[in-house]
């Protein structure tokens, strides 16, 4: 384990990730690492934890474009994953590749260890793949390892605030005319029509436009 290599510094020569807080019909986190240009995503259900005791169920959803990154606003209702979009957390990443391994073949490994270096996030992770059912989703375990980053009992419901714009979910609601909501109130009601996106229902994950397919609306 290198702890010591983690440090603030910003590197445009690494890769970014971004955890963007979605409130489609159930809120859910969706963590993405910029990988060959695409933005490798996952699915979690219960947002990433800081303590290393804590294993967070993270479920492979289609790859985004880069540009999407840098998404902070509302898909419209009626659209896939139509809710409030807020950049959790983002920063650079380092890759931790074994010797040899291309980053495409990195994708197939069965556990992916990299370092963040986000605001909120930092230091050493580990994505472990998961296999359980009859599901054709790829399910992985999302793992903070140890280092001086850990926190015990860690909540990501505590820092509520976007990383990009210091804005809450009802201030980007509220820039867009949209009724703000309590954020405990479920989405479904604040939209006044279902969302599609669930992850707890493995469902495929949406976009802002063009990105997932179109018209897979479900209850
Ligand atoms: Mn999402």
């Known amino acids: 384990m290198p702890p010591d290599r983690v440090s603030s510094t910003e590197n445009p020569q690494l890769p970014r990730f ?16 910029e990988v060959d240009g695409q933005l490798i995503s996952w699915a979690v259900p219960k947002g990433p934890s800081r303590d290393p005791k804590v294993r967070r ?7 985004h474009p880069l540009d999407y990154a840098a998404f902070e606003g509302t898909i419209p209702r009626g659209e896939y994953g139509a809710g409030a979009v807020l950049v959790w ?9 074994p010797a040899g391994v291309s980053s495409k073949e990195w994708l197939h490994q069965d556990f992916l260890r990299f370092i963040l270096h986000g ?12 296999r359980a059912g009859p599901s054709p989703k790829e399910m992985w375990l999302w ?4 280092d001086r980053f850990v926190q015990t009992g860690y909540d990501p419901e505590s820092e509520p605030l976007s990383a ?8 980007i609601r509220g820039s867009e005319g ?26 495929d994950e949406p976009g802002p436009t ?6 897979r609306l479900t209850q």
């Open 89 to 97: 957390d983002t920063g650079a990443y380092e890759p931790l590749r």
């Open 164 to 171: 990009v714009s210091g804005r809450t979910v009802d201030e």
């Open 210 to 215: 063009g990105i997932g397919p179109p018209g």
């Open 143 to 146: 793992i903070k390892l140890r």
């Open 119 to 130: 605001a909120k996030l930092r230091g050493l992770w580990e994505m472990v793949r998961y």
């Open 18 to 33: 971004v955890v963007q807080k979605h409130w489609a019909r159930t809120l859910h986190y969706d963590f993405r690492l």
């Open 178 to 203: 949209i009724p703000a909501v309590s954020e405990h109130e479920r989405p479904l009601e604040a939209w006044g029509q279902p969302c599609a996106e669930d992850p707890f229902q493995l469902g």
């Open 57 to 63: 169920l993270a479920v492979r959803m289609p790859d």
